[in-house]
Structures are given as structure tokens and as C-alpha cells.
């Protein structure tokens, strides 16, 4: 019985590689939890970004482009269109039915697009120029109204009078403020197309950084598995290598009792 004791020995697995191997899951199951954490932060960077240069766009074309286009129409209506007009009619160059339409339709486009600039969100500058800008509107507008009763009348002298001693005397002042309205609406454009720039750099970097992450993640799980799957392999050998042992001990016993029967 001694010698069937000492020869009937069964190999002892080792039990760290369990432990290692659970230690393995926990560290896998928390890389593949930040990986899908990470990737929904980049997702959710990039529709932020998304969303935040769409508004910056909608911000700036409504309260910068926009009152460009109104500034120069107003500009062009007095400066180009009304001043023109009333020299070829003093000059009998169209008629004055021409001439009228002409005036009022550049005076109607003025009034409306002064009116929808001013509706619009403007800087502390263009609010100083905008308050001065006002009290040179009322006196072009006074202007307007004695030009339009010339018009009706067709008094070509008065017509001829107006030109040369009211007309830029009324109309080169408020010019010159929508000039200086024009340059600082410019500066704010610039300033916004400077402002979404820098923050389309940051999220293109921030989202560049979770990206490189991400791989270096992904690289980290695949090493993880492979080792996993080469601590698996090393304990499927150790467990079959077992059990190999335990039948080859099972068949020496049983030989030797039979040579002791």
C-alpha cells in the first residue's frame, strides 16, 4: 500500500495563471469600457463642433454679412443712384417721370435697409457710429423731402440750386458714417472668421488627440488578447498534460497489483 501511495501521484495545476487570467478579464473589460466611452466623446465632439460652426456661420452672416450687403445698398442708393439721377435732371437727361421713379425706388430701398440694419445685433463701435450716424439720417431725410417737392413741382432751377448747394452737403456726411459702418462691420467679420478658425484648430486637435489615443487603446486590447490567448493555450497543455499523468499513474497501479497477487 506504501509503495502504491508514493508511486499514485497526481500533478498540482498552478494556481496563478486563473488569477492572472482573471486579473486579465478586469483589465479588458475596463480598456474596452474606455474605448467605447472614448468613442462616443469624439463623436460627440465632432457634432458640437459641427453644430457650434454652424451657428458661428448663422451668427455671422446675420449680424456681419448681412448688414454689409444693407450698408452698401443704402450707400449706393444715395451716393450713386439719387446723386446721378437728379444731375441727369437738372441736366434734362431723362425725363422727369423717369427721374421720380428713379429717386423714390433708391429712396425706398434706403429707408428699408436702414431700417432692417438697425434691427440687426451690433458691437459697442458700431453702436457709437450708428448714434452718430442717426441725426445725419434726419437731416438727409429733410433733404429727401424738399428734393421730392422739387421733383413734383419740376422746377429745374430749384432742381439745379439743390444740386450744387444742398445735395452733398446733405449726402457726404452720412456717406462718409456709412463708410465707417462698412470698415467696422469688416473688422467684426474678420474677427468672427478668426474666432471659428482658432476653434475649428482646437476641436480638429482635441479630436486628433482621442483619435491617437483610441489607436493606442486598441492596441493595448489586441496585445491583452494575444496574451490571453497565450495564457489559455499554456492551461488547456497544463490540463491535459494532467490528465495524461493521472492515466498513466492509474495503469501502473493496476499492474502492480496484479504482480502482487
Known amino acids: 500500500h506504501l509503495a502504491l501511495q508514493t508511486r499514485l501521484t497526481f500533478p498540482i495545476l498552478p494556481k496563478d495563471p486563473p488569477m492572472k487570467n482573471l486579473r486579465l478579464k478586469t483589465r479588458l473589460i475596463l480598456v474596452i469600457g474606455f474605448l ?5 466623446g469624439v463623436g460627440f465632439l465632432g457634432y458640437k463642433g459641427l453644430n457650434d460652426g454652424e451657428a458661428a456661420l448663422e451668427t455671422t452672416y446675420a449680424d456681419q454679412v448681412l448688414p454689409l450687403t444693407q450698408l452698401k445698398k443704402i450707400h449706393g442708393s444715395y451716393a450713386v443712384t439719387i446723386v446721378d439721377s437728379t444731375h441727369k435732371l437738372a441736366d434734362s437727361a431723362i425725363s422727369w417721370d423717369q ?21 440687426t445685433n451690433h458691437g459697442a463701435e458700431e453702436k457709437r457710429l450708428i448714434d452718430d450716424a442717426v441725426p445725419l439720417a434726419r437731416t438727409v431725410e429733410g433733404a ?42 469688416s473688422k467684426e467679420v474678420a474677427a468672427k472668421i478668426a474666432g471659428a478658425e482658432r476653434a475649428n ?8 488627440v482621442s ?47 496484479k504482480e502482487q497477487q
Open 36 to 40: 467605447v466611452l472614448l468613442v462616443i
Open 99 to 119: 427721374g421720380r421713379r428713379l429717386i423714390a425706388n433708391a429712396r425706398a430701398t434706403a429707408d428699408r435697409e436702414w431700417t432692417a440694419f438697425n434691427k
Open 144 to 185: 429727401m423731402d424738399r428734393l421730392t417737392d422739387i421733383l413734383q413741382k419740376e422746377d429745374r432751377e430749384g432742381l439745379k440750386a439743390f444740386t450744387t448747394t444742398e445735395l452733398y452737403r446733405t449726402f457726404d456726411p452720412f456717406c462718409a458714417k456709412l463708410d465707417e459702418l462698412f470698415d467696422a462691420q
Open 201 to 208: 484648430r482646437s476641436t480638429s486637435a482635441t479630436l486628433l
Open 211 to 257: 483619435i491617437l489615443i483610441a489607436i493606442a487603446l486598441a492596441a493595448v486590447l489586441g496585445f491583452s488578447l494575444v496574451r490571453l490567448a497565450g495564457d489559455l493555450a499554456v492551461l488547456v497543455a497544463n490540463v491535459q498534460k494532467s490528465g495524461l499523468q493521472v492515466n498513466t499513474s492509474i495503469t501502473e497501479v493496476a499492474a502492480t497489483a
